[in-house]
Every structure is written in structure tokens, then in C-alpha cells.
């Protein structure tokens, strides 16, 4: 190979590469397992081997590309650094009061909210901007400087800034971190109006709490990281892949960490996008089924939507991500029968460890694996291709003893109950994500991918109307390959809060001009030619007096893009007033910077052609002979009938009876429902 | 009947509330005004085919029961199941025919499959205005029900698919929010069809004798539930009392809510005689109301997430004299009724405390604390500013009470202050927690919260509902009670402050005058000298208790 770009995605429990040779088009997938103490120790390890086993030279990487978790899991488990909140005098404790709404409704005692920076080390300053940016009360730098004192002496070593206003006017903030830096010249200081310049005080100063909270994680990972590579004489430079499915440099990754917070789902979005273009199915459910949860995200029109706020562990992080659904459905996900005599599945997991009865990992309740396995769905002697065998007789037995017995059903009975369970709760998470935006299933087609989704997808399908459904090529690190595709983007974003009509034309172009300069900084830094450069805009738009915005894009027109904001609240909300003048409350720009694509190419058979290997499995309620085949000895214009099992290395497929398989030049799998 | 396995119910069970989810998601998509999709002030609701609740979607408690009831009064007393035809829908907003107050309409639809009635599906909706002495329907100085807007016997207002127009025009050209008003309301109804839809779905796959089996064996495992936490408490005979402070118009006379709990067996009844006679001002429950409450508090007492289902309410029987605050006779005003069903709820848990002890809380923060300036500008136009605040969570006797968050029948969320100051005339001075306002106890009650504003136009006129000034949330088991609430306006002229009531029906205010509310704390629960060093510590350390 001459040069080949590498994708790495690292989970908890594995590390997947996809290396993609910038010649041939050809793409190659490896997985290691990742090493929590320092994860670029795994990182460099299996880009050894992957360059062991595919024949490259370190020296020949031409681009890394990374997604990690290190700053979810940071924030997770919290292995964060002390920190401090400096904040408006009589708004400190803004980040312990939050936004009141509670889930569970009927507990005697509060759900858990996370508080990230307790009271004592929150401090208020003598400062006030008014809602337009003007100074109401100046800053009182000796107040700032007395923060910084007691921050330190609290032993802070990161300090969040977040003052009332900030978004329109950043300049007490700006002079605030001056006088913090000066005084704690080692502490990591992160400014509210730098993180996310965006109105709701709550939700920004969350946002800015943990993104100073992350910057020493993430800055000393990343340094561990060009240390590593270095040391390998890879040159290539390395980007991080973003919640928003773009990618940064370490550089801005290290000042702006939470950015990285919710990236997890970015790659396998990234990857429907491309599948819906290369298949021609602009409209796709893409669900990633795992051991523990089952992320569904819309392909609506051949894009995925951005929503402008996520959470991590009940967090708010405002900032630009992926828009996902996250429901607790995996195989890990465990059944058991209630006091009541009801059947319950999900959403507690025996996760990876100690997993489902059937790994031989001490694992004591029953999993949906446990039933796929039961059901011989499974081949217990080629799971993980082969690296793992499983306990059949472990996993019928405490079927039998916790499910079927309790119920007074046969065994097989229970198993496939847990299946049809499961099964309703996929399908009613996906019904949802697509019943809020006014969508219907039938349109759709599913594409899924992770360890577990293979065995469940043509039922799932079934159940909410959908008759397609896209099996991608190595489903266990498409992730990793729809990061290979990756452009650089930088969110930048306004708060200003005006009608959006003529007179304010004006502000709206200054602002935007403002941050095209931003823009522009950012992607001559990162090294891209003026010619791979973008810069989309988009209005957050929304009738006076609403709560929630829609972002509309705009190009230069503003009637132009109030009428579409108009036909977007239509179609959303199913009513529209086109005589009202709709107010702007952020603009937004994403900075992106082209990265070069080389063509993937096309899917080539390989083994033995299929060989006709039938096993007896359950499929409702009936002993049913499948067909089993090895999806690599599948050639492109086959076409099979279920039943049948597709066996690969890291997943299973079930293709039920009455549906017919063919396999698209992509190495999809493409299953019709034929009645 | 049809042979049902656990499996098929779990999963029409879970159809089923897919079928109320959906029915909410159409109501948050297609709705008009704020107060339905940013407040979220609407439930939905999948019934059996003779009218017990199978499965509702809500998130605010005081929604829980008041559709079941509802359709229990109109089935009752008013239009019976076998005039149910296939395309009608029922309405009733009537709080003296089932309703809860005015602006919330209830809407229930019969589901047909082949000529069979199957299930019915219901959705409640607080509608913005529905006319009356104040803009919200929500008039401090009614002192009857004909002050606080339309009302709506239970009538039909689809015939066999057709709308009755004529109604509707009658009820908008009534509301002060009539683009609004019919903006929800067509969303209600369209949410009904969804609703409708779903069930017919569910009914042809399953059958309709294997979805009435279902749902009848849903409904039963709720109860044997309830049954099983009921039959673990020590039967026997418990009573509580707690007040309400006043009704806003006879300020001198605090009203008390009664509660005899008696514990029989797997069953409960909650008997509300020797509470006070209904009130003058418009803090009355009706029946139903109290109902909603009671169900809630009791639910809460046991800290249950069981699906919240007609079987639930089976084991619970309530029982209240007629002409009382918890059970009003018409035509007593009732638009404020949170203030005394919040104290049901404080009242019933109080009950169960002597029940269960050392398994219950100590009284929350007690009341919605709901007010509104009404703000003239200096070019003539008007804005309303309104907000919802909590206060602090009772003591639970195995931690502290949570800090300035949404219980019992409340479960909203505050605005951004950032959000206020941008769209209205007002500059607020403090957001925060207020030390020292939780009870004292082994384990010590939640904080209350503080909310201070300036009115920056030129003048306003302020109302409050708010409670919980005079009588503090109780501590238990030796515990103390939190610190009551407080309201008061500082005049920017003269720099006095003004200690205002509870409840504040017109007040007016200037430029620079100085809005203060604070919250109620919750109590604390056990005795504070039993409380450890540790938390002692912690407490000054974080500055929740100073001195």
C-alpha cells in the first residue's frame, strides 16, 4: 500500500480500525481490545498490527482519524480534577437549581442530579450585563481576583467562567480570565461566551463546567497520544472526531473538550449518510443495537439532523451534535419476572462484563443473547468468530429456572417472549423518533449495525411497517469506516435575539461576518485550502414566545429564509403562521474544511463460494431448518430466502422466512419483505 | 374468553402505551401555544372498553386519575356507554361533572373495530384562557365557578365523525386566546385520532377477546401490586392534619385538610371528613380533584413506580363530606385548587408516616408557586410575565431532601432568567438557594429558593397564588419543619419593603420596584442532634446552613 488513511474508534470494551488505502479504494477492519489505563496504548497496538496485517508503513499513514470516548467515560466515572465556578454575584447557585422537571414522577426520594462543582468552590463577582450587552454594573476586578484566591486556595485547578449575558457581551468574562490566568497562571480557565455563545444561563454555564473540567483530561491524553505516534514515526496529522460528526484538531480539542462529549454515535451516522447516498435510500432508520443500548437516528432526506443539545449523565452540553435515541435494548439487556407475574426486559444489563450467562463469565440472569443462543440462533462455536464458545446448556437452564418456570411456559416459549419483547421496545423507540417529526415508517427503510443488531432487525422492521432492511458491510466497526469520511467542522454560534426582518439585516450580515473571520482563523490553523472551505449558515428561529427553536439555513436572503422557516414549522408542527414575523435568537456557522474522500471500493467476494449448511433453530414457535452461509462466501446478485442465518465475524444476521436477500455492489446486504 | 400467555400481555402492554405515547407526541407537535408544548400541561390516556385506564402518558401527578374520574362521572351520571357511537367524541371541562378546572378540557373518543367497541382513548388539555375575571382563567377574587370562565357539561362534540361547529365557535368567541384555543384543540382532537388509530391497530393483530383479556390482566396486576405494598403495612387506624394558610380573601382563617387513613387488610381509605368548609376564594377541591390528589399522595407515601392503571386505584377508597374544601359544592369557585390538593397530598403522606414510620418523608415545599406581573410599556403595549417556582424536598429518613426541585403535584420547568430579561421588562437581581430555610433534622430538609425581579417598565399589576406562609412544611420523627415562604416588594421610590400576603389579587407597581419571592424549605425528619458530624461539616462548608 502507498498511503492509507486510518480510522480509529475507541469504545470501553474494544478498539476498531478501519484502514482505507487512498489507491485502491480498498478498506480493511481490524478490532483490538481497548486499554482503559491509557487508551493510545491500544491505539498504537492496533495500528501495528493492522499495518502487520494489511502490509503498510507507519509512515505511510496519511491521516488519522479518532473517535473516543476519554471525556464521556471521564465524566462518567468521574475521574475529573477539581474545579471552580466564577459567576455572576447572586447566580452561583444557577448550576445547582437546573431546570426542576423530574422523570420519575412518584419517588420518595430525588432522582440523582449531577453537581459537577459543589457550592464552596462556586464564587460570585460584582458584575451585570443587560440582556443587549450593555454593562449594567462595570466588573469589579478585585472581587475577581478574591475568586481567584479562594478557587486556588480550594486547590481548583480548573476554573469555569460563566457570567449572566455573556453571549452578547463577552468582555467582563474576557477580562475575568485575564486576571484568573494571572493569578492561577497553571489553571485550565474556560469562559462561557468561548464554549457555547448561547442564551440560557443554565445550560451554557453546564456546558462551560465541563468543558474546564475535561481540558487537563483531554490534554494529557492527547499528549500521551502525538508522544506515542511520534515515537512511531507516524506523521500524519491526527483529528478528533466531534459530537456535531466533524472533526478537530488536537489543538482546539484540548481548549474546547466538550465538544468530544457526545461523539459516540457521530461515526455510524456519518457511515448511514454515506450508505443512503451509495444505496440510494435517502431515507433510513439507522439503529445500532450493542450490549447494553440501541441508538436509533433518522436519515431524513439523505441527511441526519444536528439537535443543539445533548446530555451526559443528565448534564445539558449545548452544543451542536447528532441527533440520537437512546433506549436501554441490547444483548446484554436482562429479563426477569416481577412479583406480578410480568415479563420484563431491559433495560438493566449484564453489559460486557460479567454478560450474558451463556460467556462463562460468571454472568447469574438471563440475557436476550441467552434467548438468541437458546433459540440456536446463535452458532455457539463461531461467536466473536470463533474467539469465544458459549454455554447453550448454561443458557436454556437458567431460561428454564428464572423465566419459563415461573410463567408456567416451555422453554423456547420464554425465549422467544424475551425476543418479542425486546423487540416492541426497539420498535416503539423507533416509532416515536419518527412520529415527532411527522414521518412514516412505511417511507423508511432500516439499516442496522453493532454486535447485536443483526439478529433482531427484519422483526423489528416488521413490527413498526417497514418491508427493507440494510445490512452495511463489517456492521461491528462501521463507526470506525464512516469516520474515514469525515470533514473537519468548526461550530461557531451567536446568541442575539431580534426579528428576523429587514431592519435587523444589517446586525444579522455583522454577526456572520464575525464569524467567518472566527471561521477562517480556525481552518487556515488546521491547514485547509481556501478552495476546501465552507461556511454554511443557519437562523435558530422560532415564533415569538415559543420555547424552542428550528434552524433554518440562510444564505445572505432573509425572506427567503423566513418562508422556509415557515414550511419547516408546517411540516414539524403541522400548522405554520406566515403572517408572523418570526424572531431570531442564535445564529449559527459550521466552519467546515473539506477533507479529501478517496472512493471506497467496490465489494469483492471472497472464501469459498456458499456452502449449503442448514441448522434447526425456533422461529415462531416452530423448529424451523435455516440455512446458514458465511456472509463473505455470498456473491454480489445472489439472492437468498429466509430462513436463514448470516454468520460474520462479530455479528449474526436473521433473515426470517419471507424475506429474500440480495447483496448490493456496497457489500450491503439488502432484505425484502416478500409478503 | 381467549387464552392469554404473560407474553402476549406484556406486549400489548407495551402497545398500549406506545398508543398513549404517540397520542402525546401528536399533542406536542401539532399544538399552538406555549403552555401546551413548553410546559408540557396535558396528558393522554388508553381506557378498557367499558372505561377503567389502562395506560396513560403524563408527567404531571395531578393529571393522574382526573381523566378516569372524569369518565367515570359522564358514564355515571351523564351520557351512558351504550350511547356511545363509533365517530363521536365526549367533552366536559364541568369541575362539577368530573372536570378538574376550567382550562383543563377533557376529550375522550370510543374505538370501534367491526361495529365493536374495543377501547376508549382520552386527552386532557390545559387550554390557555377560557374566559372568566382574568386573563388565564385564573381570577384570585372569584368567589364563584360563573368568574372563572366557560363551562362545558359533558356533551358530545363529534356526532358520527361530524364536528359540532357550532359549539366550538360558541366556546371560542368566549376565550381571550381564541387562535391559540383553536390551535390545541384541533391538535386534542387530531391526538385522539391517533390515538383511535393505534388501538384499532392493536385490536385487529391481537383480537378483540385476547385485548380485552390484556387489558383486564394489566389492570389486575397493577392492583395485586398495590395489594401486596398495602397488606405490608400494619393495619389499623391513622389521622393527620396539616392547613392550608387562607383562600386569598378571608386572609384570617387558615383552612385544615383532615385526613383518617385506615389501613385494612390489602386495602386503604383515606376519609377527608373534618377538614374546613369550602371556601369563600377559589382554593376548592371538587371530589375529583381530591381523588387526583389522594391517589398521588399515596403513590408517593409508597415511592412506587407501578403503571398507574384502574387497577391502582382499586385497593384506595375516598371518602369526603359534601360543602367542604375537598369536596366543593358548585358553584364555589375552584381555579386555585393546587393550593389545598398540594396539602392532600402532604396530609395523606402524613398519615402514612404514622402508618409506616421511618419509610415516609417529611412534607415538601407544598404548593405551585405560581404569579404574574403584568407589565404596561411605555408605548402602550402589555406583557405578561409568568412563572412556576418549586422549593425544597422533605427529609427522606435515609438522606436529605433535595434542593429547589419539582414534588408531588408539581413537575414543570422554570424559565431562564437570560430568556426573561431578553423578551420582558424586567431585570432579575438573585436566583438561588436560601440557607437555613430546610427543616432541622437527623437528615435535613431540602432548601428552598429565592427569585428576586425588577420591573423595569413603567408600571405593572401583580397577582400570586402561593402558600405555605404561615403553616411550614412539618418535619417528622423529631425532625423540624422547613422554613415558610416569604413574598416582598421593595419600592424603588421610598426604599420600603413591603411584606406582601400569599396571595395577591392586584397589586401595583412601578418602575424599580423590587419583586421578592422565596420558597419553602422542606422539613426535616428525626432529631437534629442525631444528625452526623460529617453532613454537620458539609452543610457549613457549602454554606446550606450558615452560623
Known sequence: ?675 | MAELDPIQVEIIRNALVAAAEEMSVTIWRTSRSSVVRDILDYSTCVFDAAGGAVAQSTAIPIHLNSMPSCLREILTNHIPLENWHEGDIIICNDPYAGGQHLPDIQTFKPVFLDGERIAIAGVLVHHLDVGGGAAGSYDPNATEIYQEGFRIPPLKIAEAGKRNEAVVKLLLRNSREPVNVAGDFASQLAALDTGAANLQRVGRRYGPALLKAAMARIQDQSEAAMRAMIAAIPDGVYDFHDFVDDDGIDRDTPLKINVRLTVHGEAVSIDLDGSSPQAKGPVNCTLAMSLSAVVCGVMMALGTDIPANAGCYRPITVAAPEGTVVNARSPAPVANRMATGHRIVTTVMGAFDQAMPGTVPAAYYGVSYAYAMNCFNADGSRQVYFDLECGGWGAHPEEDGANGFSCGLHNVSNAPVEMLENTLPIQFQEYGLVPDSGGKGRTRGGLGLTRAFRLEAPAGVFAANLERFKYRPYGLAGGEPGQPGRLTLTRAATGHVEELPSKVARLEVSKGDVVRLQTAGGGGYGPPGARDLEAIARDRSEGYVTG
Not at chain 1, 67 to 80: D, F, P, S
Not at chain 1, 443 to 461: E, K, Q, V
Not at chain 1, 537 to 552: H, N
Not at chain 1, 560 to 573: G, I, K, L, P, S
Open chain 1, 1 to 675: 500500500m502507498q498511503r492509507v488513511r486510518v480510522a480509529v474508534d475507541i469504545g470501553g470494551t474494544f478498539t476498531d480500525l478501519q484502514v482505507l488505502d487512498e489507491t485502491t479504494g480498498a478498506a480493511h477492519a481490524h478490532k483490538v481490545p481497548t486499554t482503559p489505563a491509557d487508551p493510545s496504548e491500544g491505539l498504537l497496538g492496533g495500528l501495528r498490527e493492522a499495518a502487520a496485517l494489511f502490509g503498510f508503513e507507519l509512515g505511510a499513514v496519511s491521516a488519522i482519524l479518532h473517535g473516543t470516548t476519554i471525556a464521556t467515560n471521564a465524566v462518567l466515572e468521574r475521574k475529573l480534577p477539581t474545579g471552580a465556578l466564577i459567576s455572576t454575584q447572586g447566580f452561583t447557585d444557577v448550576l445547582e437549581i437546573g431546570r426542576h422537571f423530574r422523570s420519575r414522577v412518584y419517588a420518595s426520594k430525588a432522582e440523582a442530579r449531577a453537581l459537577l462543582i459543589p457550592r464552596s468552590r462556586r464564587f460570585g463577582v460584582t458584575e451585570r450585563v443587560r440582556a443587549d450587552g450593555g454593562i449594567e454594573t462595570p466588573l469589579d476586578e478585585a472581587s475577581v481576583r478574591s475568586a481567584a484566591e479562594r478557587a486556588g486556595a480550594a486547590g481548583a485547578e480548573a476554573i469555569a467562567i460563566a457570567f449572566l449575558h455573556a453571549y452578547a457581551n463577552p468582555a467582563h468574562e474576557r477580562r475575568a480570565a485575564e486576571i484568573v490566568q494571572h493569578i492561577l497562571p497553571g489553571a485550565f480557565v474556560s469562559c462561557s461566551h468561548a464554549v457555547s455563545p448561547e442564551i440560557r444561563e443554565f445550560e451554557r454555564t453546564s456546558t462551560t463546567v465541563l468543558n474546564a473540567l475535561l481540558m487537563p483530561v483531554v490534554k494529557t491524553y492527547l499528549s500521551r497520544l502525538r508522544g506515542r505516534l511520534a515515537d512511531a514515526g507516524v506523521v500524519a496529522p491526527v483529528y478528533l472526531v466531534q459530537s456535531n460528526g466533524g472533526v478537530t484538531t488536537p489543538e482546539i480539542a484540548g481548549e474546547q473538550p466538550a465538544r468530544l462529549l457526545l461523539s459516540g454515535p457521530a461515526g455510524g451516522a456519518r457511515a448511514a449518510e454515506i450508505l443512503a447516498a451509495a444505496l440510494e435510500l435517502p431515507n433510513l432508520i439507522a439503529v445500532d443495537m450493542g450490549g447494553t443500548s440501541y441508538d436509533v437516528s433518522i436519515v431524513d432526506g439523505g441527511v441526519i439532523r444536528l439537535v443543539t443539545q445533548g446530555k451526559v449523565d443528565g448534564l445539558p452540553v449545548r452544543l451542536p451534535m447528532i441527533e440520537i435515541r437512546t433506549i436501554g435494548a441490547g444483548g446484554g439487556s436482562i429479563a426477569r419476572v416481577d412479583e406480578t407475574g410480568r415479563l420484563l426486559v431491559g433495560p438493566e444489563s449484564a453489559g460486557a462484563m460479567p454478560g450474558p450467562v451463556c460467556y462463562r463469565q460468571g454472568g447469574s440472569a438471563p440475557a436476550v443473547t441467552d434467548a438468541n443462543v437458546a433459540l440456536g440462533r446463535i452458532d455457539p462455536d463461531f461467536f466473536l468468530g470463533g474467539a469465544m464458545s458459549l454455554d447453550v446448556a448454561a443458557a436454556r437452564a437458567v431460561l428454564s429456572d428464572r423465566i419459563a418456570q415461573p410463567l408456567g411456559l416451555q422453554g423456547d416459549a420464554a425465549a422467544e417472549g424475551i425476543i418479542a419483547i425486546a423487540t416492541t421496545h426497539m420498535a416503539a423507540a423507533i416509532r416515536l423518533s419518527l412520529f415527532e417529526k411527522g414521518l412514516d415508517p412505511a417511507d423508511f427503510a432500516l439499516i442496522s449495525f453493532g454486535g447485536a443488531g443483526g439478529l433482531h432487525a427484519c422483526d423489528t422492521a416488521a413490527e413498526i411497517g417497514a418491508r427493507r432492511v440494510v445490512f452495511p458491510r463489517d456492521p461491528g466497526t462501521l463507526s470506525a469506516w464512516g469516520m474515514l469520511f469525515s470533514d473537519v467542522v468548526h461550530d461557531l454560534a451567536r446568541s442575539r435575539l431580534m426579528r428576523a426582518e429587514g431592519p435587523n439585516h444589517a446586525e444579522v450580515e455583522a454577526l456572520i461576518a464575525a464569524m467567518r473571520a472566527e471561521g477562517e482563523d480556525m481552518l487556515t490553523r488546521d491547514g485547509i485550502a481556501a478552495d476546501d472551505r465552507a461556511y454554511p449558515v443557519a437562523l435558530d428561529l422560532r415564533y415569538p414566545g415559543q420555547a424552542y427553536e428550528i434552524g433554518v439555513p440562510y444564505d445572505g436572503d432573509l425572506d427567503a429564509t423566513v418562508e422556509a422557516f415557515h414550511a419547516a414549522h408546517q411540516r414539524q408542527y403541522a400548522h405554520a403562521e406566515p403572517h408572523v414575523t418570526p424572531e431570531i435568537v442564535t445564529l449559527r456557522m459550521a466552519a467546515t474544511g473539506r477533507l479529501s474522500k478517496p472512493s471506497a471500493r467496490p465489494f469483492e467476494t471472497t472464501g469459498e463460494p456458499a456452502a449449503t449448511l442448514t441448522r434447526t433453530i425456533r422461529l415462531a414457535g416452530e423448529r424451523q431448518d435455516a440455512t446458514i452461509v458465511r456472509r463473505e462466501t455470498i456473491a454480489s446478485g445472489t439472492a437468498l430466502t429466509g430462513p436463514l442465518i448470516v454468520e460474520e465475524a462479530h455479528s449474526t444476521l436473521l433473515i426470517p422466512p419471507g424475506w429474500r436477500v440480495v447483496v448490493h455492489p456496497t457489500g450491503a446486504l439488502i432484505a425484502d419483505r416478500q409478503t
